[in-house]
């Protein structure tokens, strides 16, 4: 359970220290690729919680739907089309959508009553 809050622990280090500009061109890919990696740990947080996480279904999404999102952009650049923005409408409703999952799970499991313990030999 600690190993994945040390990494994200260094990497907001290591991403306060190191300024990396990113080139015009590339912004709208990588709000794509942010937005796509937001979606998919929500969703594997959710799956988490649900209790059917698969880390092949996992990491393939977050393959998928960023090269899938990546590739709409280029065509709408080759285009001339902000195809990009379907993308990103997509992710941020199932961003919104698994935050508001996660929030269900969590409050619900914080509103249950834990069971009262009952004396040996009571039915």
Partial sequence: MWLPLVGLVVGVVLGLLVGVEIPLGFVKYTAIAVLAALDTVLGGLRAQLEGRF????????????TCFA??????????????????????????????????????????????????AGDS
């Avoid at 698969?54 to 739907?65: E, I, W």
């Avoid at 919104?96 to 269900?104: A, E, M, P, T």
């Fill in 54 to 65: 698969d880390l092949v279904v996992f990491t393939s999404g977050f393959v998928v739907n």
């Fill in 70 to 119: 990546a590739l709409l952009t280029a065509i709408g650049d080759l285009l001339g089309v902000d195809v990009y923005l379907g993308a990103v409408i997509v992710f941020s409703m199932r961003i919104f959508n698994n935050v508001s999952f996660i929030r269900r799970d969590l409050l619900r499991g914080l509103a249950r009553e834990p069971e009262p313990v009952r004396p």
